[in-house]
């Protein structure tokens, strides 16, 4: 996703929209990221998800946003492991 994509899905008005379109870079941040960077942005991308998860009307989560959050959690939380 570009910063101009990004940028077009805040400034839409729907929430939904921002939220997905915020996940969907923390995701792909999170793929780049080591160390305290990866713990940061996994923190992020729950809290993100969890909003997501809040809003009324709320759709399945997918098996990608499924395995998402698992793999933010583990590299969130290594000594849990």
């Known amino acids: ?8 899905a805040v400034q839409s008005g729907d929430r939904r929209e921002a939220l997905e379109a915020i996940r969907d870079k ?7 990221a080591d160390g305290r960077d990866a713990a940061v ?17 709320g759709r399945e989560v997918s098996r990608v946003d499924e ?4 793999r ?3 590299r969130a939380n290594p000594a849990d492991r």
Request: proline share 3%; glycine share 2%; charged share 35%.
């Open 67 to 70: 395995l998402a959050a698992r």
């Open 26 to 32: 923390l995701a792909a941040e999170l793929r780049a």
């Open 41 to 57: 942005i996994a923190k992020e991308l729950r809290a993100t998800i969890a909003e997501l998860e809040k809003l009324p009307g």
């Open 72 to 74: 933010a959690d583990r």
């Open 1 to 8: 996703m570009t910063r101009s994509e990004l940028t077009a």
